[in-house]
């Protein structure tokens, strides 16, 4: 039976994509369709890196950065020679889905002032031996130094082991200022907290301790868009959450069955356009 959703034919919609799950095609573009709407804020108008796993998450997924072939149905923007996409519309979300993507990953930047980042980005790693509780406080920590220089700062799980602490901000002047400041504020959770936080890449000196990971604040670099499925087991999703639901909510606890219950509740970054931070002053 051919299944249309926004006019968009789904191909092979009963395919298993999370195996363990028994989650098909048509049951992540539904999905897709659900929190398209929610979604977009963040994903629109940024570069797109897509994870595809054609074949379902046992097997081999890949990152897609450019077109290639899909320059059709796709928007697309030229970057120092090389192609990129991105999504306009709810119905590019569903476009992607059916092409197989299953995460979305984006610039913190916008395609029409590429040079001019806006969404910060701290990944906080935990080593295999940090537990949660250690994990949360750190969390805390890093949040405590943004209040601290009066920025607001938002949250949502990664879907994996750690969370996301985002900043946002009215757009930065250049990427080497923004990377520089985000540089800074992981230096300092290192010095603060010596025996808590790492900023060193070397694995051996990350153990017992969270890395606070600055790197994705550089022009090219991703991080899963707020909604996004990872491909992983038990079809997490990397979902915006209050700071109140920190000590309430696992980095990879809220899944696909559990990010639609809970999107029509609440919505943690309604204001995060609105705060109007600046690094240029
Ligand atoms: P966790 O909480 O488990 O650390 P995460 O989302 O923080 O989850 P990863 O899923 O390991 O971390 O993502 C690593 C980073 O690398 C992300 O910023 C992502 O956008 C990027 N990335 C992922 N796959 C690729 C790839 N194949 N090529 C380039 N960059 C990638
Ligand atoms: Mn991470």
Known sequence: MEVKIDGIT?????????PKEKITKL????????????????LKNRVLCAIRCHGGINEECFF????????????????????????????????????????FHTWGSKIKSINNPDFMIFDLDP?????LQKLRQGVLLVKEILDNLNLKSYLKTSGGKGYHIVVPFAKCKN?????????????????????????????KDRTGKIFVDYLRNEKGS???????????????????????NLNKITPN?????????LINTQNPWKNIYETNQSLNK
């Open 10 to 18: 789904i191909t092979n919609p009963d395919k298993i994509i999370y």
């Open 27 to 42: 049951d992540v573009v539904k999905y897709y369709k659900t929190v398209a709407k929610y979604m977009l804020p963040y």
């Open 64 to 103: 897609k950065k450019h077109p290639t072939t899909e320059t059709e149905n796709v928007n697309t923007i030229k970057i120092n020679g090389e192609e990129y996409f991105y999504i306009k519309t709810e119905k590019d979300i569903i476009y992607q889905a059916q092409m197989g993507t299953l995460e």
């Open 127 to 131: 080593a295999t031996n940090v537990n």
């Open 175 to 203: 990427w080497q200022s923004f990377k520089h400041f985000s540089h800074n504020i992981a230096l300092l959770c290192e010095k603060l907290h010596p025996t808590l936080f790492t900023t060193s890449i070397r694995k």
């Open 222 to 244: 991703t991080c899963v868009c707020a909604y996004s499925l990872r491909a992983r087991i038990g079809a997490p999703v990397s979902l915006p959450i209050s700071w109140q």
């Open 253 to 261: 606890e809220i899944n696909m069955q559990t990010a639609l219950k």
